[in-house]
């Protein structure tokens, strides 16, 4: 009797599996709404609009941008985590979203139990730099000058929390041991109008806003927030290649799914995410902005997620950062 039971125990489960890979293969069978948590015409909002034509033309049923602003993504993530579990609703937060677990106190989500990580979608690194006035070269000069002057230095930010601009900076501070006065802004664009007329000394911004004042002197370059050197700034060294192993600081971009999401289901988002970057056209694209087009594996990225949460959420406790 036991023996019989656990054959048709097997023969249920191996059918859920057969079931489960059809329903894959004929994924989608209609539009798939993608959320956007942020405003129409920004970088997330550029992003989705990006890939979403490529996947409509690989599965033949459109991809509808849904714009939900709010609350740092807060908004569009939960519609999401809401939403059912079935590939017809997806998610496009940056870096932000494994950054909130810890910046504010209590989400109507749960970061990990809630959603399904299914694939990233663009990496793109920061730029470290300061006023031509400044006497740093690299980040060894910038270290020591900090350490002879303890708040003698600011840096200027789009924001309590962001990811590169303030908690990229204020990973720098932690990994280095310096002390340097943090001046948010409601925007990245005033704090870099600050840093080229002098008022404070540094900033962190993507690298495709400041490269025309770097060419041009305003500005100087000491190093990118990545592990590799830039394809948007090659001549820029990673700060992690000067006397700072393993820091990085990118902001990315990537899809999620309500949790429960099947797994075949996710492997072929994910295939279909890789053939869609085999577009040097659409490489090329996300390069000019700065951006790496880069997908992971489901399994794969949903452990760089639960990485990205316990790292952000030890430089949100050292900087006593603080939801704005």
């Avoid at 809630?114 to 990496?123: A, N």
């Avoid at 830039?230 to 999620?256: C, I, R, T």
């Avoid at 577009?279 to 489901?298: H, I, K, N, V």
Wanted: glycine share 8%; net charge positive.
């Amino acid at each position: 009797m036991r023996s019989a039971k656990r054959w048709a125990s097997a023969g249920i489960s191996i059918s859920l599996v057969a079931a489960s890979a059809a329903w894959s293969q004929a994924y989608p069978t209609r539009p798939v709404r993608l959320i956007v948590p942020f405003a129409a015409g920004g970088p997330g909002d550029a992003v989705g609009r990006q890939i979403a034509p490529g996947l409509s033309e690989i599965w033949g049923h459109q991809v509808v941008i849904d714009n939900r602003a709010g609350a740092n993504s807060i908004v569009g993530s939960e519609v999401t985590a809401r939403a059912a579990p079935d590939g017809y609703t997806l998610c496009l937060p940056s870096a932000g979203f494994t950054i909130n677990v810890s910046l504010y106190p209590k989400l109507p989500f749960d970061a990990i139990r809630d959603f399904t990580p299914v694939t990233s979608v663009t990496f793109g690194p920061s730029i470290l730099v300061t006023h031509p006035s400044l006497p740093v070269r690299n980040l060894k000069d910038l270290v020591a000058l900090a350490k002879a002057k303890p708040r003698a230095l600011a840096y200027g930010s789009s924001g309590s929390g962001a990811p590169s601009s303030h908690l990229g900076m204020e990973l720098l501070k932690v990994t280095a041991g310096i002390d340097i006065i943090h001046v948010p802004y409601k925007s990245m664009a005033p704090a870099l109008v600050d840093v080229l007329g002098g008022q404070i000394q540094m900033a962190m911004p993507t690298i495709n806003v400041t490269l025309q004042h770097i060419r041009a002197g305003r500005l100087r370059a000491i190093g990118v927030t990545s592990l590799q050197r830039s394809a948007a700034a090659p001549d820029v060294p990673p700060l992690a290649d000067q006397g700072m192993p393993g820091y990085e600081a990118n902001n990315w971009y990537a899809l999620f799914a309500p949790a429960g999401l099947p797994a075949p289901i996710a492997e072929k988002i994910y295939n279909d995410m890789s053939k869609l970057f085999q577009s040097q056209e659409l490489r090329d694209r996300f390069a000019a902005a700065g951006m790496e087009a880069r997908s992971m594996p489901p399994a794969e990225f949903a452990a760089f997620v639960k990485r990205e949460i316990a790292k952000w959420g030890k430089v949100v406790k050292a900087s006593g950062a603080r939801a704005e």
